[in-house]
Structures are given as C-alpha cells and as structure tokens.
C-alpha cells in the first residue's frame, strides 16, 4: 500500500513538475494522498509512541521543504508547504481529541483549529487534507466497507465544493483500502525511513533536473 501511495504520488509530481498540461499523470497522482492519509491514522492507532511519531513527522516537514520549494517553483517560496506539514498537523489533532481528558464538546474546535493551521500554513491540500485525515479517523471502528462508503461520500462532497474535477480521482484509492487487513507492516527502521527520505530526495532529484544540474 505504501508503495502504492509512493509510486502514485512521484507519477503525480512529475507530471506537475515536467508536464503540466498532460492530466493524466495528475489523476493517476489523486491515489496518493487519501492512503497516505489512511496509513497516517493506521500508524497513529499503533504507535507506541505518537510523540516520537509526530517529530518524525515535522523533522521530515523541514527537510522536505527546500526541495519542494525548488522542484515546483524552482526556489523559496512561502506560499505553499510541503504535504509533510499537513499529515503532522492532522497527527496533532488526532492525538488531542483521543485524549480523555478532552471534554468532547472541545473536539470540534480541535479539528476547525487543525484546518484553519492548515489553511493558514498553506500546507499541501490544505483544510481538504485534515478533512480527509479526520473522515478516516472518526470511521475508524466502522466495518470496512461501511467505512469506505462513508470516507467516499465525504470525499465526494469535499471534492465538489472546495476542488476541481480532477480531484475526485481520489476516489480510486478507496477499493485499495478495502484490501487493508488491520495488521500493521513490518517494524524494519531502514525500510520505515525509506519511505520518508524518498519524498525529499525525489523532489531534490526532479529540483535538479529542473534547474538544470542533472541532464537524464
């Protein structure tokens, strides 16, 4: 699934990056980030440690964003933060409205306050990520199908009011969830963190391409 989610998402970037004008490289890209967002809350729900979880996360914010902001726009940019920042806004959100000691009237502010950091930040996908993140989390005990039928309708709405067509792509991700079997992968650190340098370093590979340094 995640490298469903890895390949999906480089497919997406270059198409951004190289060829713009060419969709269908975006829509294949539209898989990447509901998984992302559904691994997001399978790893919160068994981690041992959200802590150490959510610094992973954010020191993987800071290391992506030069890259990101030299392969889309070819140097700093302030505008717009990498999608690293969303998942660990989302994380934040989710490990305070599991707390017990959160009133449960208080967990609508948390997840405004979440999208509104996002909207704020203008991290990737913006409050439409902690939408997504949320819609995951709040369905987690649902039997999977029911579950999926619910993230779908609340993609579907998402989508239509606040994105463009394309978007709804996303809803391809789904029936590969549905093949998710509520175990967690193996706990090897060196493929874990794989994963996470692959988002910097293929950013800095299609920055350098960009620019010119790399001739393929």
């Known amino acids: 699934m995640k490298l469903i989610a890895l390949s999906t998402m480089i497919i997406d970037h270059y198409g951004a990056i190289f060829q713009p004008s060419e969709m269908t490289f975006r829509m294949i890209g539209r898989l990447a980030f509901p998984i992302y967002c559904f691994l997001l809350v399978e790893g919160f729900l068994h981690t041992s440690n959200v802590k150490k979880y959510a610094s992973r996360l954010f020191a993987f914010a800071v290391i992506s964003e030069l890259p990101f902001d030299y392969a889309f726009y070819g140097g700093l940019h302030w505008g717009h933060q990498n999608i690293f920042f969303t998942l660990f806004i989302g994380l934040v959100a989710m490990y305070f409205i599991d707390r017990e000691d959160v009133q449960e009237n208080a967990t609508p502010l948390i997840a405004v306050g979440a999208a509104a950091a996002a909207t704020f930040l203008a991290t990737d996908y913006s409050f439409i ?67 996470y340098w692959a988002y910097p370093l293929h950013l800095a590979l299609f920055a350098a391409i960009k620019l010119g340094y790399v001739n393929l």
């Open 129 to 195: 990520g902690i939408i997504y993140i949320l819609v995951f989390y709040y369905s987690r005990n649902l039997p999977a199908i029911r579950r999926m039928s619910l993230v779908a309708g609340m993609v579907f709405l998402t989508n239509l009011v606040s994105t463009g067509w394309i978007q709804q792509y996303s809803l391809l991700s789904l029936p590969i969830l549905l093949t998710y079997n509520n175990k967690p992968g193996p706990r090897i650190k060196p493929l874990q963190y794989a994963f």
